[in-house]
């Protein structure tokens, strides 16, 4: 299975921040990667697909970037409506694999 | 809009079943694939099986292999998951999410737990 690490586990930033996490997989997997969100007690939210493609709807605040085995996401001016757990996800190949997850707070 | 309505999550005892539904409103179920991912307390996110619109590709994560069943009733607008003889390592939200890629609608998730 491809191994998908996310760093850091948790971080703690002000509003207006430039907040950024990573994603590294354990094999290349293209740009086979998305990200969501997951707020507290709801289901995740799609953000970004294929990398660095916005989902309709979602704020262009949101960004993702990389191939192969290295990814960035960026939050480019943190709000207190973006606290949240922050996921990537392959599909590279089955079974898809998810990251540990980021938990984002607001300092 | 799109809807997706997970039910029949409940307390089971370890070597039991239960069966998962998942109603789909707000677009063409027909014409997607459909997948399970669970989460666990307070863990990460874990693919659990895919299946497609007309149900002749499925796969399943090895967690899942030999214990659960993935199925759909198009006509119903319905997804299903069979869960034969339950771990308390089971014990987790399920969520129904449409795709096969990438998951762009998520139901609110039914609730799994497995104890004595």
């Known amino acids: 299975d491809i191994q998908m690490t996310q760093s850091p586990s948790s971080l703690s930033a002000s509003v207006g921040d430039r907040v950024t996490i990573t994603c590294q997989a354990s094999?290349?997997?293209?740009?086979?990667l998305n990200w969501y969100h997951q707020k507290p007690g709801k289901a995740p939210k799609l953000l970004i697909y294929?990398?660095?493609n916005l989902e309709t709807g979602v704020p262009s605040k949101f960004s993702g970037s990389g191939s192969g085995t290295h990814f960035t996401f960026t939050i480019s001016s943190l709000q207190p409506e973006d606290i949240a757990t922050y996921y990537c996800?392959?599909?590279?190949?089955?079974?898809?694999?998810f990251g540990g997850g980021t938990k984002v707070e607001i300092e | 809009q799109v809807q997706l309505v997970e039910s029949g999550g409940d307390l089971v005892k370890p070597g039991g079943s239960l069966r998962l539904s998942c109603a789909a409103s707000g677009f063409t179920f027909s014409d997607y694939y459909m997948t399970w991912i669970r989460q666990a307390p307070g863990e990460g996110l874990e693919w659990l099986s895919v299946i497609s619109s007309s149900s002749n590709i499925i796969y399943y994560a090895d967690s899942a292999k030999g214990r659960f069943t993935i199925s759909r009733d198009n006509a119903k607008n319905s997804l299903y998951l069979q869960m034969n003889s339950l771990r308390a390592e089971d014990t987790a939200v399920y969520y129904c999410?449409?795709?096969?890629?990438?998951?762009?609608?998520w139901g609110q998730g039914t609730l799994v737990t497995v104890s004595s």
């Open positions: 294929d990398a660095s």
């Open positions: 094999e290349d997997i293209s740009n086979y």
């Open positions: 996800q392959q599909y590279d190949s089955l079974p898809f694999t």
């Open positions: 999410a449409s795709g096969k890629d990438y998951f762009n609608y």
